[in-house]
């Protein structure tokens, strides 16, 4: 996770030394930007709007469905400004260097792209978020993605022209969509929404998740044939208030501060499934709280569980994770905010940041080994 934090880092010190606040400012109503990137000797393929057309479309119904699936229903998701013909807009921007130079052909580059594109439409890029698709550039390593709620996002990702056309009931995993890799694409816009790698579960018999594992690395560990893709219930609660899909940007600045009370681990040797509960308390409206283990690497972080619950009114919750390592493990809480604060025992990026539960179980028992509680303020 660290590594794909490096892009906004790189963009958010770029705007600091041109007198930007790094804190995003309010705005109309937010809109997905979509960048067409080019090097200098290299002019768009010809379809790209229609193209676009049906990448756009195809993104919006996959969120819009899952997030109605899980009880997360928003009026628009991810908002693009359009033509009266329904194209996308498209920002066209070409790169200063050739193919040739060889300048695009590894990633690192999005950053000065962005604010390239920025200053010639004229749009502040503070909390803005970025989906960039180039065109002949950085084949080996095609896609990266990072964002966060107050300081927008940028995700970066290959354009195919593959003939063959997109529609909103193709698998992501599987045929056409397979072969111009779109599930790549959307992932890295998840990371620019401020999504972590949140893997399938094996209870929810959907196929790969949107931020798990790449296609190849689900079908060889799993299923071959598998070309379904889903969101998962936690990806669906974390998006659920981000200006993307509320609609708004008001209080996207503003940090929740929380006190975590009572938190306690069960296990049920019926059911086999482990309980979390608690109760949480914050300056803010939270609405669900997720729980996830915590990966040993960032290899394995791809197939990461993670089990979302909706708070009550009182902020009281309880979690079933029906999922988990048999003998030993940690698993980390954070909540999801009104605002579209994501936050956990420290404000920061990924569930490491998350409050820590530790447990072993032996015997039908478990012992609960840690519980952290972020301290009051």
Request: aromatic share 10%; hydrophobic share 35%.
């Amino acid at each position: 996770m660290r590594i794909r934090l490096i892009i906004l880092v790189c963009a958010v010190a770029v705007l600091a030394n041109q007198g930007f606040a790094s804190e995003a400012k309010n705005t109309e109503k937010p809109v997905l930007r979509i960048i067409f990137f080019t090097p200098s000797d290299v002019e768009p393929p010809e379809g790209v709007d229609v193209r676009m057309k049906e990448i756009v479309e195809y993104t919006q119904d996959f969120f819009a469905k899952w997030m109605k699936h899980w009880g997360y229903e928003v009026k628009e998701a991810l908002p693009v400004k359009k033509s009266k013909e329904g194209y996308p807009e498209i920002l066209y921007v070409k790169g200063e260097h050739s193919e040739a130079s060889g300048k695009y052909k590894k990633l690192g580059f999005q950053s000065e792209v962005m604010l390239q594109t920025a200053k010639k439409y004229n749009i502040d890029p503070r909390g803005e978020v970025w989906w960039l698709f180039m065109y002949k550039g950085a084949e080996n390593n095609w896609g990266r993605g990072g964002g966060d709620l107050r300081r927008g996002g940028l995700s970066t990702a290959r354009y195919y022209t593959d003939d063959g056309s997109i529609k909103c009931e193709d698998d992501l995993g599987g045929g056409f969509l397979k072969e111009i890799c779109l599930k790549g694409a959307i992932h890295e816009l998840g990371h620019a929404l401020g999504l972590w790698h949140i893997g399938p579960k094996d209870s929810d018999k959907l196929g790969n998740s949107l931020m798990g594992p790449v296609n190849v690395a689900y079908s060889r560990k799993k299923s071959p044939k598998e070309g379904r893709v889903y969101l998962s219930e936690a990806s669906a609660a974390m998006l659920f208030k981000h200006p993307l899909f509320s609609g708004t940007v008001k209080d996207r600045n503003i940090v929740p501060k929380i006190t975590l009370e009572d938190l306690d681990m069960k296990y049920d040797s019926e059911k086999k499934i482990i309980e979390i509960s608690g109760k949480v308390k914050s300056d803010r409206a939270a609405h669900t709280v997720v729980a996830a283990e915590e990966a040993k690497n960032l290899r394995n972080d791809y197939w990461i569980k993670a089990f979302a619950g909706k708070l009550k009114k009182d902020g009281t919750f309880k979690i079933a994770v029906n999922e988990f390592n048999q003998s030993e493990g940690k698993i980390r809480i954070v909540f999801c905010f009104d605002n579209g604060a994501v936050i956990g025992e420290s404000n920061g990026r990924g569930f490491q940041k998350g409050f820590l539960c530790s447990y072993k179980l032996s015997n039908g028992k478990l012992s609960f080994v840690k519980a952290v509680a972020a301290k009051k303020e």
